[in-house]
């Protein structure tokens, strides 16, 4: 599995992703509903608060390895910090809401519309996280172990219906970042980040 994925953080990241979302999006909603569904709603929003929480701590610490470990350039550098900077923005706080709906919960105390004003921010700064994520690894390449290689100024090839389809690539540049993960585009490979943060 490690020749295919460099490290374990694509995997985790999902679940992060898809359970607080689950969980801001049912506690937006449960307000407005009624007995008996509000109160399962409200049980499965906690659920997935809890359980998403569990998992950003894996995804934090997969994270942290790949920031140290993966093969890269400064300007990818500068992407996968800006996505790190962000990640612990979105640990920090959900973790934080994780032990307040904890503590409430145990106490049989309603969470309150400042709980989910912060859980909806929460859920901004998780996309924005997410998007940089995304950034780091489809612009910069991070992680990503070989592209397909182009013939001129496009390479055919054929799918399942027989049929050619034509794919240019783009001209990245030598500042797009490391695009094959077999070595970095300016000696980085990061033992301990040579270049300037």
């Given amino acids: ?27 937006v909603v449960t307000p407005f509903l009624k ?33 140290n470990t993966v093969a890269h350039d400064t300007p990818s550098h500068a992407a996968m910090t800006d ?29 309150g519309a400042v709980f989910i004003a912060l859980m909806v921010v929460g859920g901004g700064v998780l996309a924005s996280t997410a998007w940089r994520g995304g950034e780091a690894v489809f612009r910069y390449g991070l992680g990503v172990m070989s592209l397909p290689k182009a013939e001129g100024e496009g390479h055919a090839h054929e799918h399942g219906d027989g049929a050619a389809h034509v794919q240019t690539m783009p001209d990245m540049g030598a500042d797009s ?16 980040h040579d270049h300037d943060h």
């Fill in 1 to 27: 599995m490690f020749e295919i994925i460099p490290n374990w953080h694509p995997i985790f990241v999902h679940f992060t992703v898809a359970l607080f979302s689950l969980a801001v999006g049912l506690f």
């Fill in 35 to 67: 007995p008996p569904l509000q109160d399962q709603w409200r049980i499965v929003a906690r659920w997935a608060l809890w359980f998403g929480a569990g998992f950003t701590v894996v995804t934090g610490l997969t994270g942290l390895y790949a920031y």
């Fill in 83 to 111: 996505h790190r900077n962000w990640a612990i923005a979105t640990i920090v706080l959900f973790l934080g809401l994780a032990a307040w709906s904890i503590v409430r919960t145990q106490r049989k105390q309603a969470l």
């Fill in 177 to 192: 970042g490391n695009m094959t993960g077999d070595a970095p585009v300016s000696d980085h490979h990061d033992g301990g």
